[in-house]
């Protein structure tokens, strides 16, 4: 079943005020009595996306041999990724779209750090037509970003795999450049 990240449904909402006593001789006029209840809220203000960055950050880890385990600070920088893209995206008004894309970017750089064997890696979050588009790129050219569907038994292997299902639910794609130096995922936004 495919679907698109729904946003948030606008509601309006009304002031009103109820006055539980007469206005009494010495009342500022200006501003509402103690006896006064008051409700107010508004419509949520929609967000207007023009294709283009959104965010652009980049971290070095620590050359290692193939197959040695990463340091305790490389591993930190999958959570720092997260956390900054859930604060973009909030702060642009995609906040109904920050779970799955902080899920792809989780997956991703994990990916980065623990096979790449490469010193930088830049993770870009744009918007491209109407989709979320997700870059981690790690400069090292790679054939081994396929996704396989794991077994039951398997401890590791899951995140390409996620990340393939959650772009085809949502009606997007994923793919690699570059050789696998760069690996994406384009998640659908709802039209607002």
């Known amino acids: 079943m495919s679907r698109a990240v729904q ?16 206005p009494g001789p010495f009342e500022d006029v200006m501003s509402p009595p103690e006896d006064v209840m008051t409700t107010t809220a508004v419509r949520p203000r929609r967000a207007f996306h023009r294709d283009g960055d959104l965010m652009s ?37 995609l906040a109904y779209v920050t779970d799955e894309a902080v899920l ?7 990916n980065a750090v623990m096979h790449s064997g490469g010193r930088k890696i830049t993770v870009t979050l744009s918007l491209l ?3 979320l588009r997700i870059d981690v790129r790690d400069g090292v050219p790679s054939f081994h970003a396929l996704p396989h569907e794991p077994d039951d038994a398997d401890e590791h292997g899951r995140g390409l795999f996620l990340v393939r299902w959650l772009a085809e639910e949502g009606r997007g794609a994923w793919g690699t450049e570059d050789n696998g130096a760069n690996t994406w995922c384009e998640l659908k936004l709802a039209a607002c």
Not at 68 to 90: F, H, K
Request: one cysteine or more; hydrophobic letters at 30%; glycine letters at 6%.
């Open 7 to 22: 946003p948030p449904s606008p509601q309006l909402w009304a002031t009103s005020a109820v006055r539980l006593a007469p």
């Open 57 to 93: 950050s980049t971290f070095e880890i620590k050359q290692r041999p193939p197959g040695a385990p990463s340091s305790p600070e490389d591993s930190a920088q999958v959570g720092i990724m997260r956390r900054r893209t859930r604060e973009c995206l909030t702060a642009h008004g």
């Open 104 to 110: 792809v970017v989780s997956e991703l750089v994990t």
């Open 129 to 131: 037509k109407g989709y």
